[in-house]
């Protein structure tokens, strides 16, 4: 049986010209310390605790100095050293790399904080066969963060770069620099020619009609590279941050009604231009993402069922509903939706989706599907909703339910669906759950 040593390479020749005064000239930035240890040695941990026993450093400026720090061993696992002799980009200097890399490897930039499970990223990519898969997550600062787009299947469709896209609605959904790579990625990078993975390799897969999927997770995922997000890595590890997020780790969501809870109540919202943030959600959302819980939305989109709404509108709208919270630092770990409806014979229905299924509230199909997908703690977890609806699709998944006031106001409410709290908006629901939760630790 052919044994294939997994490999990874780690991107490691930059100057790090936003942290001059920290490298001084005298060290590159992945020896840049976090938290006491460099990044570049994170990384190493994270790879060889995830199985990989080569790992192909790309150097650079100040090679000799990485090079006398890390030798060639790192706990029994191989360091090789791949030295540009000019600059290429983030891919150019891969090409010369084409005969040592035979099978699915990792890819990293070197200025990456992550904590994350390696080995479940690797099965994804795999059982995918396409020709690579890159780490995606949302962050509170999309609008300068190079973005992806992707069908409702996870292949990537489109790159976004910051300098690049202009304005407009886009998913929230960052490129981590976190890759994983079959061999077939070499045929798309030129030899000795300076270019960039996503502005130059990546558009050439996806011209030529080869597969790029997007792996989206929650898990810590960090640029280190200028000294205010330095600053932030730091904090995190002080406040355990990235071990908490860990998918072994079980962690609160607030589950929330979309309609009439996040922005205002449109009567059958069909187009983007008509979505409207209530005041407040955008801040309430953050203080949720900075206290740790997961925010999930789950909606009822019957009017794709009717027939006056397709996939593709709603993910415009959805894309409005996470720029304008990542304006304002906010961001959604996901959105769940029901497009079904169980009334039929309507002009202009689609038919397949007019059936009684499991995922629309009053039902908890949507809960269910988050539990599966996340590490959710259901005991310090709730849903916030409007309506009846969302009071018995909570209850149905075993979560307490908060109701406000906006949007159906949680009117006529049946006794045994009775919140357990009611606020104005979601605003001030969230301000008492942090605040309850705080005086609970105290």
């Known amino acids: 049986m052919l044994i ?149 299947q996870g292949r990537i469709c489109k790159f976004l770069p910051e300098t690049e896209r202009g304005d407009g609605w886009y998913r929230n959904l960052v490129n981590a620099a976190v890759y994983v790579f079959s061999p077939k990625i070499f045929n798309y990078i030129l030899d000795n020619v300076k270019q960039d993975f996503v502005k130059d390799v990546f558009p050439r897969v996806i011209a030529d009609g080869q597969l790029l999927w997007a792996y989206e997770t929650t898990e810590y995922l960090k640029d280190m590279g200028t000294y205010e997000r330095l600053a932030r890595v730091e904090i995190d590890y002080n406040y355990r941050i990235p071990e908490l997020l860990r998918l072994s780790n079980y962690r609160p969501a607030v589950f929330i009604d979309r309609d009439g809870v996040l922005n205002r109540e449109v009567d059958n919202l069909c187009c983007a231009e008509d979505l409207e943030l209530i005041p407040g959600v955008a801040l309430a959302i953050r203080h949720l993402n900075k206290a740790g819980y997961l925010v999930i939305i789950v909606t009822n989109q019957p009017m794709i069922a009717k027939g006056f709404l397709n996939e593709e509108e709603l993910a415009r709208i959805h894309a409005k509903l996470e720029t304008l919270l990542g304006y304002q630092g906010a961001f959604i770990d996901k959105i769940y939706y029901c497009p079904h409806h169980p009334e039929k014979g309507h002009y202009g229905e689609v038919t397949h989706l007019k059936i009684d299924c499991e995922c629309r509230k009053p039902k908890a199909g949507m809960f269910f599907k988050a539990f599966k997908e996340f590490s959710i703690d259901k005991s310090k977890s709730l849903m916030i909703g409007d309506s009846w609806r969302d009071a018995a699709a909570a209850q149905a998944a075993g979560l307490r339910f908060y109701g406000v006031r906006s949007g159906w106001g949680c009117r006529n409410m049946p006794q045994e669906l009775k919140p357990l709290e009611i606020f104005e908006d979601l605003a001030s629901a969230v301000d008492h759950l942090i605040e309850s939760c705080s005086s609970r630790r105290l």
Request: glycine fraction near 10%; include cysteine; hydrophobic fraction near 40%.
């Open 4 to 152: 294939v040593t997994l490999k990874a390479v780690i991107l490691a020749g930059g100057r790090g010209t936003r942290l001059s005064s920290m490298t001084k000239d005298i060290i590159p930035k992945v020896l840049v310390q976090v938290a006491g240890k460099p990044v570049i040695v994170r990384q190493m941990e994270l790879l060889t605790k995830h199985g990989v026993k080569e790992i192909i450093v790309t150097t650079g400026y100040l090679s000799e100095v990485l090079f006398n720090y890390l030798g060639n061993d790192f706990h029994g696992t191989k360091i090789v050293y791949a030295k540009e002799e000019q600059p290429l980009g983030t891919a150019g200097g891969l090409s010369a790399l084409k005969g040592q890399l035979d099978d699915d490897f990792f890819l990293l930039y070197g200025d990456v904080v992550c904590d994350m499970n390696l080995t479940r990223l690797m099965e994804y990519h795999r059982n995918r066969k396409g020709s690579g898969t890159l780490v995606v997550h949302p962050n509170d600062h999309p609008f300068d963060s190079d973005l992806i787009a992707t069908d409702h």
